[in-house]
Structures are given as structure tokens and as C-alpha cells.
């Protein structure tokens, strides 16, 4: 993971001498979004901040930006996607953390709070080298001071959901998501593979990219409540309303 880590780093730093990086918005030359787009795209942020209406097992999602097709937010977000660029990282972190600062200060006094991620299936983190999710949660975990966790695994290589109905999403992601052995509760199994038990927070915010129908996130949270955790809330960048 390092070595890939390291070429991807190498490759990004190659490219961007050959092909100067572009803002995504106004595509002019100084980095993935220039100081001038930035805050025009920082004032498109949504007034409401978190949707209850997640599904069955999430309690609800705390979001930055409404879903908006070819928006600068989603081009972002596929740059960082498939291509591993801390720029990138830390500017859609800052987006979350800024926009739910309040928040995330009153979580981080208490205890029972901590920060996960929807993973990716391990097949497509060898080819990538890193999962989006993790780099963002944690950049908001080092501003947070949050604990941040691997509670989550993705057991199938499910097909992609793009061009799928909600209930097409649903059934694709249907038990494709389980919690580390380490973490799973006593009832579901009787002790990790190191002897070792660890349980997982009352409350955890489930860091993702983006939110359609909210599938992912609920399949998440179904796992993580089986092995212990109370509250669960979704923390993305763009959510469809």
C-alpha cells in the first residue's frame, strides 16, 4: 500500500508538470479550485444541514452541498476518486468540517462518539491505493480530534450503481457490508481473531462522498447497529433532495 501510495504521489507530481492542474470550475490554471471560485462555491452550500429521512437504519445525514449535476463539488469528488491528490482531500474536508464545526466540537466532549467511513471492496483498494472516504474522514478527524475507526469491511464486489432504481440499489448492496471481526458484538461472535474485544461507540458519524438514495449509508449503519452502535449519522459532501 505504501509503494502504491508513493507512485500514485509520483504520478500526480509527474502529471502536474506536464499538464498544469485546472480549476474545476472556471478552468483556469492554480490548483483544483482558485481563490476566486472558491468562495462562490462555498456560498452554494445548503441552509439545511442534516435530512432525517435517510432510511430504516440511518438516523440521519448532515450534508454540505443539494446533489447538482456537473456541479464543481461532484467534479471534485471524481477527481479525488480516481485520482489520489491531497489537494483535493483537503479541500472537500474543509467543506465539512467547516460547514459542521459547531457540531463536531460539542461531539468531540463526549465520549461516545466516533468516526467511520464506507469502504470499498479490497480488490478495488489495491487498484486505487487509498479509499476517498478514509482521506477525508481523516483529515476531519485530525481537525475534530474525533476518534476515527475501521468498524466497517466490504465483503462483495457489487456492481456498480450507477443507472440503478432505488430498490436496484437496495438489493445490490444487500449484505455487502460487515463490521471487523475486532469490533462485532458478543452475541454475533464469540471473541476477535487476537482474542482481543473491542466495541464499537453508542454514536458514529459514517463518512461518504455523496448521498443519492441513501443505500450505502443505510446498509452501513444496519452493520454497525447488529454490533452494538445506537446512532448512526451520515456525513457527506452532496446529498440529492
Known amino acids: ?98 460547514h459542521f464545526e459547531d457540531i463536531l466540537i460539542e461531539i468531540q466532549k463526549s465520549q461516545n462518539w466516533a468516526i467511520t467511513f464506507v469502504p470499498i471492496y479490497k480488490k478495488r483498494f489495491l487498484w486505487r491505493g487509498f479509499n476517498q472516504a478514509e482521506l477525508i474522514a481523516r483529515i476531519i478527524t485530525y481537525k475534530s480530534r474525533i476518534p476515527m475507526y475501521r468498524y466497517l469491511i466490504k465483503t462483495k464486489n ?19 457490508f460487515c463490521v471487523a471481526n475486532e469490533f ?6 464469540e471473541s476477535a481473531s487476537d482474542g482481543r474485544k473491542k466495541s464499537i461507540s453508542k454514536n458514529v458519524i459514517l463518512i461518504d462522498d455523496v448521498l443519492t438514495t441513501g443505500a450505502t449509508l443505510n446498509e452501513c449503519a444496519k452493520a454497525l447497529k447488529r454490533a452494538g452502535a445506537e446512532k448512526v449519522y451520515g456525513m457527506v459532501l452532496s446529498k440529492r433532495v
Open 1 to 98: 500500500m505504501l509503494i502504491l501510495n508513493f507512485l500514485n504521489k509520483f504520478l500526480t507530481f509527474c502529471l502536474g508538470i506536464l499538464f498544469p492542474v485546472l480549476c474545476v470550475a472556471c478552468g483556469k490554471e492554480g490548483g483544483y479550485l482558485c481563490k476566486n471560485c472558491l468562495p462562490k462555491i462555498w456560498n452554494k452550500r445548503c441552509k439545511y444541514r442534516i435530512s432525517t429521512n435517510g432510511g430504516i437504519h440511518i438516523d440521519g445525514s448532515f450534508f454540505v452541498f443539494e446533489y447538482e449535476k456537473n456541479s464543481a463539488v461532484l467534479k471534485l469528488i471524481q477527481k479525488l476518486k480516481y485520482t489520489f491528490s491531497e489537494e483535493i482531500a483537503e479541500i472537500l474536508s474543509e467543506f465539512l468540517y467547516a
Open 158 to 176: 457489487t456492481a456498480t450503481q450507477v443507472g440503478l432504481d432505488s430498490i436496484g440499489r437496495i438489493i445490490n448492496l444487500r449484505g455487502a
Open 184 to 189: 462485532r458484538s458478543i452475541r454475533n461472535v
